[in-house]
């Protein structure tokens, strides 16, 4: 049935349709919709679940890894500060190997204080173990809500719903909800493969020495690389049932072009528009839609991107003293390529600014008329 | 450490996790102890501050939880008469109370009164006494501290015979406290208690020194409980014309006290001239207080004080009669206005005539309660042992204690209750293990400061295993455990019910109140099984079975959290042996 939804209750529709059984959180701008419709629904019985208020998104994410160890399913959202203050528990619940599902609002971190889109949050937390999938509609928002359970319970690992401020967290769009029946037999109830058990008492997450330590370091990352052909299977059995596919990257007329934008998030929206103009202007322009950050899906990159001239990775985050990071890790991905690309990237619409069309054209013409790439990023839209 | 590596998976996903089969109890953390836990339990500064040394913050606790009877019995241990103490004790207790600082006091009398009244009416409040020991005291005086020494003994296995002059017990409980604070029922029930087999009462016999000698065949040793019987006079000119106070507090309470109407000044500054001042106004007289130094420096307790003021009873302060003269139809006193002189080396304001003429009163009568000394056949100040609450002087070879107001330095009650039991200990250390042992016995029962001591530690009672000369101070309360409750009040006969009846001025508690008022008791120093110290260790060290706690050494660690939470400071930490 389709609704006119919120991005922000996109989410939490999906979480209702995917019964998890603990929900902890703390409000932060702009992810506070999310978590209050979900009180709402514990409130009011339409959601069989246990809401727990706390003092801190630290305290929220100890709370998903509590339940999660006793083995149901859990829920959390933060964004930007309070994401940030979570940092120490994301690494505890990936090497705990929980699979908790987390919405993450795209916003900037202070000073100055602003709550507007910018992806430097959950850049920040690339190296947690979490596994990243950006979204660009509501649609896809909920779409990816219903995955990421069943691909953080079949891997192990916790994932991350990743949505851009305001453009999608606050826009209303048509968003088609399942019904329960459909999302029941897509995500059937969880069977922890590990949990505390009453009956046979354990403890979890204690002294790992040299001995002992490393093992586990690699099979989180064996788990990580088992991650794509899972999101494939997920994807394909998501489609069965609902018709919908978006895989871990979203090519657009890049067949034959000879320049790819590459971004992620709903400036990619915004992209397709101005290829649609230097289409009809003669340009070979095409884009290629990350979903997945981590694990970064390189063979999917590389086939998209390898028979480009040029590559133009738009950021709208900066890792102070290198650059965009997306285009350090297109630059990795590429660079074992026989015959790789020439790597431009752009930094743009940071704490909020609009990225128009223009912003597009600008980076085309640059990029056309530049022989080779410059070291650094190199920044659009910056008030004259 | 147990590793335990899970790679069987549906899917083939690895996942490798830290994880333990085996418990802690292996991880003996105790070996990083350098200090350790004990439950230590002290001595309560409501305890220190009690003549008696009652256990009150284990009284308070059992009455909290409503189990009268080992409230009761736990009272009985220290105090033969709670019922009595409970109305007219001045409850240094209250005073020493370490929840004034937090909110009030808590109405401990109050608490102690409803338990004495609900041993007067249970079933379950019997006491067993241990058979006779064959040894056997002559006791002179009925007074509180000669029952006090009966009942003591008693308890001992000592036969007892007390000797009164007058023809029933109480002596001053009788002669002395108007029934408005001490109803007749309730002091009748209470000496009931003594009404019992080895304890014989010898009435309208007065015991001269001289007869002690002759008497020394039948008796171990004597105790002389007589109290101060002798008024003290005002020796002024017309003195004649006074009324003895004492006296007449006796006769209101046989009722054959003379008709007295009209204006009559009450002279004196102690709770005898309050409550004959008090009494005189329910008997449809105008009392006028009159004293020759300041309200500030009278002895009767404050409250006594206020309770009079309230019912109207008028205080004239810096006036000292000097002369009492027989008019027509009424007295003339004349009185000396006095005025403060040098302070006594004890800080002590005097008072000396003013160089302002005299004062003169008429009145219809004058009452005299300016104090009383002892018969002069008891004066002596060569003893063979000297303590807090009693003397001993060995009379042809059996020892007299002279107790009660004979010696003690506060003529209260509750004193000469507390110096029946000293002198009962000292002469039972006495005949059990020789002269020599007095002082240390008596030492080693003291509660706190002193001179308090306990008949439970004596008796090798469980109180034994405190610390009881440690005293608990607010500041080691840890009052996060305690929210502010203000105290319950009682209600009072307002100033017009007062007028003419002898009923009970204050009203005690009902059962709810009781318990209510009990809870407020922040039970210093002892442990009252609230399992603080066991939530809160970190390590599960602390056990509890068969109705007590103990710290299992081999996993206390000695952060000392236990005793850090303790609400009521009833552990100690230890440096390691």
Known sequence: MKQVLEGSHAVSEAVRLARAKVISAYPITPQTHIVEALSEYCADGSMDARFICVESEHSAMASCIGASSAGVRTFTASSSHGLALMHELLHWASGARLPIVMAEVNRALGPGWNIWMDQSDSLSQRDTGWIQLYCETGQEVLDTTLQAYRLAETVNLPVMVVLDAFFLSHTYEPVDIPDQKSVDTFLPSFVPRISLDQQEPNAIGQMAPPAYYMEMRHSIQMAMQAVLPHFIDVEREFNNVFGRTYGPVTPYACDDAEYIFVMAGTSASTCRQAIKTLRDQGHKVGVLKLKMFRPFPYQYIRKNLEKAKKVIVLDRNCSFGAGGIFAQEIRSAMYACKAHPQIFSYISGLGGRDITVDHFFEMLDRTEKSGYPENESVWIGLNP | ?577
């Not at chain 2, 439950?39 to 003549?51: L, V």
């Not at chain 2, 006491?127 to 040894?135: D, T, V």
């Not at chain 2, 400061?449 to 440690?470: H, L, V």
Request: contains cysteine; proline residues 5%.
């Open chain 2, 1 to 577: 450490m147990n590793q335990s590596i899970q790679t069987e998976s549906p899917n083939n996903v690895s996942l490798l996790i830290s994880q333990s089969r085996t418990n802690t109890l292996g991880n003996k953390t105790g070996t990083w102890r350098f200090v350790r836990p004990k439950y230590q339990e002290k001595t309560a500064p409501c305890s220190n501050a009690c003549p008696l040394g009652i256990d009150i913050a284990t009284v308070e606790m059992f009455a909290s939880r409503k189990d009268y009877q080992s409230a009761f019995h736990k009272l009985l241990m220290e105090n033969p008469f709670p019922a009595i103490c409970g109305r007219v004790c001045f409850h240094p207790c209250e005073s020493a109370c370490n929840r004034q600082f937090l909110d009030q006091s808590v109405g401990i009398h109050y608490i102690e009164r409803f338990l004495g009244d609900w041993g007067l009416t249970s079933k379950q409040s019997h006491i067993s006494y241990p058979k006779l020991n064959g040894a056997k005291l002559g006791i002179v005086g009925a007074g509180p501290a000669g029952l006090a020494t009966a009942y003591f003994a008693r308890c001992l296995g000592y036969q007892c015979d007390i000797f009164e002059k007058s023809d029933q017990p109480g002596g001053l409980l009788t002669m002395g406290i108007p029934s408005y604070r001490l109803p007749d029922q309730t002091l009748q029930n209470e000496l009931q208690r003594l009404n019992i087999d080895g304890i014989q009462f010898k009435y309208k016999q007065s015991i001269s020194v001289d007869q002690l000698d002759a008497m020394k065949q039948s008796y171990d040793a004597f105790f002389l409980c007589c109290g101060d019987a002798q008024s003290i006079s005002l020796n002024i000119s017309g003195d004649a014309y006074a009324i003895d106070g004492l006296n007449l507090l006796r006769q209101i309470r046989i009722h054959e006290a003379p008709s007295l109407e009209g204006t009559i000044a009450v002279i004196g500054g102690g709770n005898t001239a309050i409550d004959v001042a008090r009494s005189l106004l329910r008997m449809g007289a105008h009392p006028i207080i009159v004293y020759r130094r300041t309200r500030k420096e009278m002895p009767a307790h404050p409250h006594e004080i206020d309770a009079a003021l309230d019912e109207g009873i008028a205080l004239k302060e810096c006036l000292s009669p000097i002369e009492i003269q027989k008019e027509a139809d009424h007295l003339q006193m004349r009185l000396q206005v006095m005025k403060p002189g040098e302070k006594t080396k004890n800080g002590r304001q005097t008072y000396i005539p003013d160089d302002n003429p005299s004062e003169t009163m008429p009145i219809n009568h004058v009452v005299s309660a300016i104090g009383t000394e002892m018969e002069i056949m008891w004066q002596n100040d060569q003893w063979d042992l000297s303590m807090s609450h009693c003397r001993m002087k060995n009379i042809a070879d059996i020892p007299v204690f002279w107790c009660g107001d004979l010696t003690t330095s506060e003529k209260t009650v509750t004193h000469a209750l507390a110096s029946g039991k000293q002198a009962v200990i000292a002469f039972d250390v006495l005949k059990n293990k020789g002269f020599d042992e007095i002082h240390s016995v008596c030492h080693q029962c003291q509660i706190g400061e002193g001179p308090a001591i306990s008949f439970e530690i004596y008796r090798q009672g469980e109180r034994k295993q405190r610390d009881n000369s440690e005293i608990v101070n607010f500041d080691r309360i840890n009052t996060a455990y305690f929210p502010s409750i203000p105290a319950l009040q009682v209600n009072k006969l307002s100033q017009n019910d007062c007028l003419n009846t002898f009923d009970e001025v204050v009203s005690g508690f009902d059962e709810l109140q009781m318990s209510e008022e009990a809870s407020r008791c922040f039970n210093c120093g002892i442990c009252n099984d609230c399992d603080t110290c066991r939530i809160f260790c970190p390590e599960m060290a602390i056990q509890w079975d068969q109705n007590s706690r103990h710290i299992l050494m081999d996993y206390c660690k000695g952060c000392g959290i236990c005793i850090a939470e303790c609400p009521r400071d009833a552990m100690n930490l230890e440096v390691e042996p």
